[in-house]
């Protein structure tokens, strides 16, 4: 830690120190809560918009050895967060990623740093190859340009360029082939998800990953879709859901195929995590005890601890005059007034308790003895009062429901104190004497400003800049602690899903013996292994299947929830034999006549002044093609931005067909789409035209759309007239 002192001493050493106070000063309010910045420990929580089920969040800044770095990497993060808002995410790639600076300068001032070092760090860190060491290089060039900005060393760091995948559309096949999830096995999953012969927590999961396909593998997506998730928009069923780009209430698009098994999914997370949104509005009513931060201190621990024996005490009576406690039965009885019932016959009331004579007896003396304020304990033949200074038979008396111990409090409280005992185990022993005197056991002065410190706090799902924009009792995956593991008995605790429970639970999957991937014969037909695959792969196989299916790089795209279209390539794992099929088959299709297009008609020109040509035009024209439900784009979208924003059938201001469609009227499936098209087109001009609409440029766009399809369709009449002639 650095403390006043040192930061003047330090300011005063640098040439810019005064630059350092003044954004210092500027910046330090950005810090959460009323921290010191001078602190190595900062708890940055309150910047995470999904912090899930953190309570702390602390980034450790005692890791630098050089302090003045250190200084430097706070009010670099600190100015981030000012200016551009920066995630916990990105705080921590900061500090890893300077940390490789820190072991160039070693003991030396930062007034000394130049463009070397910063290539020295890069060297560091290629040498040890971390995991992500390209983003902490792009980090190092960022860090690089700040210092210069604000300090002006003139330092000039360039950051090398990422690696090129080895998957995605400019990779190779075996590159894709471990990203691909076959088709069947996906297929597999989901009809495991409502077999009732897969256990619950297999459902859940099973489940979940169905809602994950829709929304194409982002585990904090899915942690945060509202109760209300499933949306009905008008014929069409789309998901709500934060995006994690934005944190904008976003909807989200899918295949309406998938909405039965959607829908079924949605009511099965809801149904089994209703009782997590019961424990947190329980939670939030009751203003509980964060039991969590109570134990880290010993105060706070005696105080609580004091507080909850004294209100134990005061409402349960442990030498009770009208009840004693069966142990085996776990039941409380009343022995006198049963004798009373039966007249005194010891053996009718016995009997009517289905307890032998001699115990029968044994709980009258029990009885009579805590009239007389007594605690009687019976050990075969034996009887002896309890001493209430003899703390070694408080073990025995502890067996009593009521009687004041370590796991009647952890019971009522649900949180584990085992390791806390010996802090607290005066405190209990002095309850229970209480109990035994039948008098009060005092509790500590109440003081509600010190206890408003350690009530639980129930953080929002999603935050937008600290603002709540979900509470989990709202949530879809909210579930009760105890749901997906048999280590933990509360009741009263609930948990947001994580990507470590995905994690663990694919792992277990695939690589244990008798689990629901090897019984169910999951198998991937590649390798002919057990089924095995990342949780974000989920998005690489639905995003293959829409360019499978013919949508453009931007359709599939914003279906992910990406704004651009540029990261569309690398989630594209269609293999070349399946892209060279589809590409050999429109070749042939041009070549013998059967598409229409300005590649097809500019195709047949050129054949017939030089056919080689023509062959080379039209590999070079095919290089690239998006296949439609309507027809083929052979432009290159991921380079290219489409001119007429997706709308193939009207070209710009002309109205004509886009220059890059190609067309095979005679397939059945493309010739239905277009019939749709043009079907559409004439319902819109219908509603502009009720709306007094007829000269908006809507209504010539839908009126150009019908007439180009008019064309594609009445040339498939000419070419089929001159085929039967």
Not at 139 to 148: E, P, V
Not at 365 to 391: C, H, M, P, S, T
Not at 644 to 673: F, M, T, W
Request: glycine content about 6%; some cysteine.
């Amino acid at each position: 830690m650095l403390d006043h002192t040192d930061f003047r001493i330090f300011c005063s050493a640098l040439s810019y120190g005064d630059s350092f106070i003044e954004l210092l000063d500027f910046h330090r309010n950005s810090l959460p809560g009323e921290q010191d910045v001078f602190s190595d420990i900062w708890d940055i929580v309150e910047w995470d918009d999904r912090p899930g089920n953190r309570m702390t969040l602390l980034v450790d800044f005692g890791v630098y050895r050089n302090v003045e770095l250190k200084m430097l990497v706070k009010l670099c993060v600190l100015s981030k967060r000012s200016s551009k808002n920066i995630k916990p995410s990105c705080v921590f790639t900061y500090v890893y990623a300077l940390l490789s600076l820190d072991e160039v300068l070693r003991g030396r001032s930062v007034s000394v740093l130049v463009s070397e070092n910063f290539y020295d760090a890069q060297r560091y860190l290629e040498k040890k190859n971390c995991g992500g060491y390209l983003s902490y290089l792009r980090t190092l060039q960022a860090f690089s340009r700040w210092f210069s900005i604000n300090f002006d060393p003139m330092i000039e760091y360039v950051a090398p360029d990422a690696r090129r995948d080895s998957f995605g559309r400019e990779g190779t096949d075996e590159g894709r082939a471990e990203k691909n999830i076959a088709d069947e096995d996906i297929a597999k999953l989901f009809s495991l998800a409502g077999s009732f012969d897969v256990g619950i927590q297999n459902r859940f999961y099973l489940n979940a990953l169905i809602l994950d396909v829709v929304l194409q593998g982002r585990i904090n997506e899915l942690a945060t879709l509202p109760l209300d998730c499933l949306v009905d928009i008008g014929h069409t069923f789309v998901v709500k859901v934060f995006s994690e780009k934005n944190g904008k209430l976003d909807i989200r698009f899918f295949p309406q195929v998938l909405l039965p098994v959607v829908k079924k999914a949605v009511e099965f997370i809801r149904n089994h995590t209703s009782e997590g949104r019961e424990i947190v509005k329980a939670l939030r009513s009751n203003e509980s005890l964060d039991w969590q931060r109570v134990v880290q201190d010993d105060v706070a621990l005696r105080y609580f601890t004091k507080r909850f024996v004294s209100e134990w005490v005061d409402c349960n009576i442990l030498l009770d005059s009208e009840l004693v406690w069966c142990q085996n039965k776990r039941i409380y009885l009343n022995p006198i007034a049963d004798l009373e019932k039966y007249n005194g016959s010891i053996s009718n009331a016995a009997a009517s308790l289905d307890v032998s004579h001699k115990t029968f007896q044994e709980f009258l003396e029990r009885q009579y003895a805590a009239r007389d304020g007594q605690y009687l304990l019976i050990n075969q033949d034996k009887r002896f009062f309890v001493d209430r200074w003899d703390v070694n038979s408080y073990r025995k008396v502890r067996r009593h429901p009521k009687a004041i111990g370590l796991k009647v409090m952890e019971r009522e409280i649900q949180y584990a104190l085992i390791r806390y005992r010996s802090i607290i185990d005066d405190i209990l022993d002095a309850g229970l004497r209480a109990q035994l005197q039948r008098i009060p056991y005092p509790g500590p002065e109440i003081d509600l400003d010190f206890e408003a410190g350690y009530k639980k706090i129930i953080r929002s799902v999603v935050y937008e800049n600290g603002r709540p924009l979900l509470e989990p009792e709202d949530a879809l995956f909210v579930i009760p602690k105890k749901f997906l593991t048999s280590q933990c008995a509360r009741t009263n605790s609930y948990s947001l899903i994580s990507h470590g429970m995905f994690r663990e639970w694919l792992s277990k999957n695939i690589s244990g013996k008798n689990t629901l991937f090897s019984d169910n014969n999951l198998i991937d037909p590649d390798t002919g292994k057990i089924l095995s695959f990342k949780w974000h792969d989920i998005r690489h196989w639905m995003q293959t299947v829409y360019k499978k299916g013919g949508l453009t790089d931007l359709q599939a795209s914003l279906l992910a929830g990406r704004k651009i279209p540029d990261q569309a390539a690398i989630y594209d794992q269609v293999l070349a034999e399946d892209r060279s099929k589809s590409l050999a088959g429109i070749r042939s299709s041009i070549r013998e006549g059967e598409t229409i297009g300005q590649v097809a008609e500019t195709y047949a020109r050129l054949r017939i002044e030089d056919e080689d040509f023509a062959e080379e035009y039209l590999n070079a024209a095919t290089m690239v093609v998006n296949k439609m439900p309507h027809g083929g784009c052979n432009l290159n979208i991921v380079l290219t931005p489409c001119p007429n924003n997706l709308s193939c059938l009207v070209r710009g201001d002309h109205g004509k067909i886009c220059n890059h469609l190609i067309v095979d009227p005679y397939d059945k499936n493309e010739a239905e789409q277009l019939e749709k098209v043009r079907l559409n087109a004439l319902s819109m001009i219908t509603v502009i035209d009720s709306l007094g609409g007829s000269q908006a440029p809507q209504h010539r766009h839908f009126q150009n759309v019908v007439k180009n399809v008019e064309f594609i369709q009445g040339s498939v009449l000419k070419r089929n007239k001159k085929d039967n002639v």
